[in-house]
């Protein structure tokens, strides 16, 4: 008699990202997923230090077939769980440092990386070590806020407000190849939105989504982007608070759960290159839902990186 053997059931067992092998080194993977909790510089609610481990945890609840992608990235990609790359609380120059380190050594062992925030001030590094390889990237970046300030705090250059001013100051980004979606919520004063204009971003505000929708929108980012490489960043405070109340600095009016995915299938065709999903903050999460959409969100991209290798 042979000793059946059982499924893990998704709320048993040790959470690595949809159960993907624990390994320090990708060499012959197809994507590494690496967590990030570093929430050192965000300016209103902190918390995100507890993204990575939340995602990876409802990441378990994903069943594996993707019936609108029409695939199971967990089958057809070698994916590995590489862990979480060191912070250093304190120290926000460390810790950058750390994490381009940490991603430029994944990323010559071959993998595409998915980084699991963190506050947005990890993109910055990530485009450091995607740009190393590929040169200055297209990027598609979903948000509320444009992330584009020279400085949030007096003399001080890096922080989660300031991410793509730096690395378009770093030519890390093709500004010709950069469109925002989802900028909404009060600011300063209207420089905040034309400054982020005038450095070369193709701004979408949640308004004019709201008027062209999801289809004319996706056309434009198609054929502005065309073949170049693509590095899609997703701060979860473009989705509603409604749909995602989990996060640091939440805007009312935002992108529902369901458009989020339509947004993030339809980048089907790019080249893409690297993925980060930012500011999922579990101390503000109401019933896992934040959590249970990031997780979702990564499953698409896997999914979109499953479709263009078969
Ligand atoms: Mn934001
Ligand atoms: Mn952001």
Redesign the pocket.
Known sequence: MTTPTFAAQPYSGIASFGRCPIINDPQGYDVAIAGIPYDGSVSYRSGTRFGPRAIREQSLLLWGYNNVQQVAPFKTLKIADVGDIDVIPPDIVATHHEIERAASRFLAAGPKLISLGGD?SISLPLLRAHAKKYGPVAVVHF???PDTWDSEYPGQKYSHGTPFRRALDESLIDPAAYVQIGIRGPTNGPEDYLDAIKLGTRMITLEEFRRSGVETVLAEVQSRIGARPTYVTL?I?AVDPAFAPGTG?PEVGGITSYEILQLVRGLHGLNLVGFDLV?VSPPFDSANITSILAANLVFEFLSLIAKASK
């Open positions: 947005h948000d509320a806020h701060d405070d600095t500011e």
